[in-house]
């Protein structure tokens, strides 16, 4: 990964304003003694694995014990349970999320002590140093792709290193050090710490207006991605989806730069180019998805997935274009490791089966990821039999994508909503998820919506509807997740 000193003309509209995510990269041999602060989240439980992979001393603290905790513990890093200044003693480098406050007590006892406190993206960049990193953003589909990518990878023998925001089969972690060139890095662009990477290889699945808590416009989200486009490697390869008009944009945009870009999807003029598209059926096992690939070398193969969904086949293309175009893996292999590919947690991930109804977890939470769930799930078993327990997740999502959400959920007739998941933001006046039921209910006034209905009763009656040949999804980025297997129960006690 090339390193920066400046800024690199990145405007400061879109520059994270607590952190220089597009300074200089620390090395990680120069982070001493690491601590991270909320070391039980997804991202930074990350980068707590490599930074133990790369033989640092590691330390952490979170405010409630997990699974996720307990695990790291017996991987060598001291986790602590709840804040305290005290965990500081002998540390050299703090590192934290976004979503950590700055009045947290232990941020506040790092910079008063001077302590070097990077954002996460800073830590895993140290990490990355030296690799030949592959770096995928995206309002949608990130996980998925970079999870593919790095199966791909692997199956081609290259070993890949990565950073997921989800467990990645055949590992079942969600970080890795490996002995291989490639380190692929799901890039979040929440934040506008996707900057922080410099990669050999930039992965944009979509361009679409999201977190506009912390952009404010679509203008601010565009200007972003052509930022973490230009902050890729001299001679580096952009891979941008030909099918979503804003990614599509952006990759015009770069190619008029005269800087090497390929792009991927369904439509006539992509680079890497898909065929014959089946994009959802069932298997004796499960689900599955299938085209044909054609790549720059012209010739057609055939793409199989274990995974179902439109989406998940453009996200394969990605995966391919990226490992195939971006680092040399054969083809053959690649696509061979799509194939056995069995899906990142909580994407479509199939929770149990009774009755007949399937109950499927799903981490989506913006109105791509639930449209494009949604209409694989009727792909799969049509709208009749199809029913949606999703939690909204932040209050200004749901302010300002609620007209989104109920366009995506009034495809189906069975809808509960439960309250919304405020994660890092304070309630906002009159924004609950009524507003997302209004939507379903006037776009679709024969549906069964519940609003705002009590997660303890939600199992059994979504069992008591369920009939033989559903698919129930239970989705959202919150704490829904739990519900999944409750469905489950609640359906075997009903049969």
Partial sequence: ?????????????????????????????????????????????????????????????????????????DEGAVVHVGHDAAYLSGVDTVVVSSAVRDDNVELVAARARGLRVLHRSQALASVAAGFRAVAVAGANGKTTTSAMTAVALD????????????????????????EGEPFVVEADESDGSFLAYRPEVAVVTNVQPDHLDFYGTFEQVRAAYAAFARSRASGGLLVACHDDPG?????????????????????????????????AYRTADGFGARARIVGTDAVSRELVLSVPGHHNLLDAAAAYAASVE????????????????????RRFEAAGTARGVTVVDDYAHNVGKVTALVASAIELVGRDHVRVVFQ???????????????????????????????????????????????????????????????????????ADRAVSGDLVLVVGAGDVTRLAPQVVDALRRTS
Avoid: C
């Avoid at 309630?427 to 069964?448: F, H, K, M």
């Fill in 326 to 345: 971006g680092f040399g893996a054969g083809p053959a292999d690649v696509l061979e490791g799509l194939r056995a590919f069995t899906g990142a947690r």
């Fill in 392 to 462: 909204p997740h932040l209050f200004s999502r749901t302010r300002d994508f609620a007209e989104g959400f109920g366009a995506a959920l009034a495809q189906v007739d069975d809808v509960v909503l439960l309250p919304v998941y405020g994660a890092r933001e304070e309630p906002l006046p009159g924004v609950t998820s009524a507003l997302i039921g209004d939507v379903v209910t006037r776009l679709n006034p024969q549906a069964l919506v519940e609003v705002e209905a009590d997660a303890a009763t939600v199992p059994l009656s979504v």
């Fill in 155 to 178: 199956a081609a023998g290259l070993d890949p290193s990565f950073a997921i925001g989800s467990d990645v089969p055949p590992w079942d972690v969600n970080a890795r050090l490996g």
């Fill in 1 to 73: 990964m090339a390193d920066a000193s400046t800024d690199r003309g990145v405007p400061a509209s879109i520059r994270n304003a607590r952190f220089d995510v597009t300074g200089p990269v620390v090395p990680a041999r120069e982070l001493g003694r690491v601590h991270l602060l909320a070391i039980g989240g997804a991202g930074m439980s990350a980068v707590a694995r490599l930074l133990l992979a790369a033989g640092l001393e590691v330390s952490g603290s979170d405010a409630k014990d997990s699974p996720v905790l307990r695990a790291l513990g």
């Fill in 247 to 279: 990614s599509l944009a952006l990759a015009a945009e770069d190619r008029g730069s005269g800087r090497r870009v390929l792009t991927y999807g369904v439509d006539a003029g992509a680079d890497v180019r898909l065929e014959e598209v089946l994009p």
